[in-house]
């Protein structure tokens, strides 16, 4: 469309570049205050161009924080949690999409309600189940006389344990579950035409053969879409893992260790290599944003439908 | 939308749905219940199981002030910071979808700092807040002492909301945009041709049409300022000054995992869902509008 609006057109630049200068200021000085010496970051006046300081202070922070060990268990955290989530949600909305049975509108209900309480709402009662994961089961058995019955036919005291705490299980499966994949899927296969199906089936190709040929391919959106999501929220995991790792030298992760980079407020307040540890915890998920920029907007577009 | 073509082979769709339900079975329902549980039970000192109390967990939280002020603190961070975002999301996305030249430098520079964590972010904001070196610091030359926020609560929130502002910007903005795209062109000339100049139609036209996204948003920014916050919170005030940014999720942080009281948390979790779920009970409503309208 075109429309002669000259006045309104430099508005619209000033508004933008105001909007896009609001965004990005506060990391460039943290970025700024990363290339300081400690003495030029605590001067009163504020420095807005870098200095020569950002090696030094990367590699302080990085010693500091002990950030070896935990950038892997960041990785492995995140990695895992992408892996999980991608093929768990894919076949669970492949289950509620491609076949017809009596329970399929209740298990999409049971998975939906999921998407109402996250994590960090539930935090008591799963810190729980964490220490041991198969305590819901052991209930079920005591409570329905199994455990009873074990013990008196073969002499055994049932217990099930499976403790997570301090471990990448414990930091991973409850991140596993929630229903924001699922969903993502489903609405996607929501669009796939009935012709498709009966197509395939036409051609001799079961559900198997359908899933991994057909629909994998075709969802190939979605699944860097959800990838990239899923990197981002297992990466930024702050509360949960702060909770469950007390073993810190072994399993902690990179955002876990941002709060002792906080100066304390007795030392001099070495903000220089704090904001350096902190470029170093946003980098990675920034990184992957950008690179699938394109995917990843669509995807979390499609899930509004 | 309905499908009509199935798959025959059920063994195989139950298979494929039993790893997603015994993970939230786990993870999700049996905690849920087990809250229930501990709610109205109190834990004895030395062990030997949990001593029903009904009600009383739940008079102590609500006969306690500080809980009071925790969600009365909640509830202004919430709606001032979803307030902030989401009119700052929707000036820039509205100006943005104009799709003058560089809109697609734009729209990258706006999406980014969704990838950033909450408590990195806060982090930064701790530096950028300190009342010595920071940015911020500049307002002290103004008056001393008029900005500090490990004294003045007023400030601590002020540092908070606009942490979690500036963290949510960029969520809604690809919302919104995404939102005005999918806005037919056909209407938008329409309104030209009837005479309506840029602004009119961002006011009559196009914002009435982003009704649904306007509210999708609000939802779901409200549910995120409860459970991002702790993060924010953590990091930039730890809590205080003097409980002065101790909000919801903090508090169950704090009493159940620092003062041991798992009853009286898993009461304060209790009404914390109980909060959430009736503020989703709107987005579920919505979504089945939606699904209606497309």
């Known amino acids: 469309m075109i429309e002669r609006t000259p006045l309104l057109n430099i508005v619209t630049h000033v508004i933008l570049v105001a909007g896009a200068l609001l965004l990005i200021i506060p990391i460039w000085l943290a970025f700024v205050a990363a290339t300081l010496t400690v003495a030029e970051v605590n001067s009163p006046n504020v420095h807005y161009l870098p200095g020569g300081e950002l090696w030094n202070n990367l590699t302080a922070a990085w010693t500091r924080a002990e950030f070896g060990v935990k950038f892997m268990n960041s990785m492995i955290v995140a990695i895992a949690v992408v892996i999980g989530k991608v093929i768990i949600s894919a076949i669970s909305a492949f289950s509620i999409v491609f076949f017809n049975y009596r329970l399929r509108m209740v298990f999409f209900w049971v998975i939906f309600i999921t998407l109402m309480l996250p994590l960090e709402v539930r935090i008591v009662p799963t810190y729980s189940v964490a220490a041991n994961a198969l305590y819901p089961f052991q209930t079920i058995l005591d409570a329905t006389g199994i455990s009873w019955l074990i013990a008196q036919i073969a002499g055994v005291e049932l217990s099930l344990e499976w403790n997570m705490l301090n471990s990448y299980t414990g930091l991973i499966l409850p991140l596993v579950a929630t229903a924001t994949g699922t969903f993502l899927y489903r609405q996607f296969f929501l669009t796939i035409p009935d012709e498709l199906v009966e197509a395939a089936k036409m051609d001799g190709s079961g559900p198997f053969r359908f899933f991994i040929e057909v629909l994998l391919p075709l969802s190939r959106t979605n699944i860097a879409a959800l990838a990239t999501i899923m990197f981002v929220y297992a990466w930024n995991q702050y509360l949960w893992p702060l909770l469950i790792i007390t073993d810190r030298a072994n399993y902690s992760t990179v955002v876990m260790e941002l709060r002792r980079l906080i100066p304390g407020p007795d030392a001099i307040a070495d903000w220089n290599v704090a904001m350096a540890g902190t470029l170093i915890v946003m980098l990675p998920p920034l990184l992957v944003v950008v690179l699938m920029q394109r995917w990843f907007v669509r995807g979390l577009i499609s899930t509004e439908k | ?294």
């Open chain 2, 1 to 294: 939308m309905q499908k009509r073509a199935y798959f025959k082979a059920n063994w195989l769709a139950y298979l494929f749905i039993a790893p997603q339900l015994l993970i939230i079975f786990v993870f999700f329902y049996w905690p849920a219940s087990q809250a229930m549980y501990w709610a109205f039970t109190l834990e004895q000192p030395f062990g030997g199981g949990n001593q029903w109390v009904g009600l009383d967990n739940f008079k102590a939280v609500f006969s306690d002030e500080t809980y009071w002020a925790s969600i009365w603190r909640s509830i202004v961070f919430a709606v001032l910071s979803t307030g902030l975002a989401m009119s700052i999301a929707l000036v820039l996305a509205l100006f943005a979808d104009r799709q003058l030249r560089g809109y697609r430098f734009f729209r990258v520079g706006m999406i980014w700092p969704y990838a950033i964590a909450a408590p990195a972010a806060a982090l930064a904001f701790r530096f950028l807040f300190n009342p010595q070196s920071g940015v911020f610091a500049y307002l002290n030359t103004l008056s001393p002492g008029l900005w500090n926020p490990a004294l003045s609560g007023v400030d601590a929130m002020t540092a908070i909301i606009i942490t979690q502002a500036w963290k949510q910007v960029s969520y809604s903005f690809i919302f919104f945009l995404a939102g005005l795209q999918s806005i037919p062109r056909s209407l938008i000339e329409a309104g030209s041709m009837d005479g309506a100049r840029v602004m009119r139609r961002m006011v009559d036209l196009q914002l009435p049409l982003l009704a649904p996204t306007i509210f999708f948003l609000l939802v779901i920014n409200m549910t995120d300022s409860f459970t991002d916050s702790f993060g924010i919170v953590d990091i930039l005030t730890e809590g205080g000054p003097a409980r002065a940014t101790e909000l919801m999720v903090y508090k169950i942080y704090v009493d159940g995992f620092q003062g041991l009281d798992y009853s009286g948390a898993a009461a304060q979790s209790l009404v914390l869902m109980g909060l959430v779920i009736l503020m989703t009970f709107f987005q579920f409503r919505f979504i089945e509008r939606r699904v209606h309208y497309t």
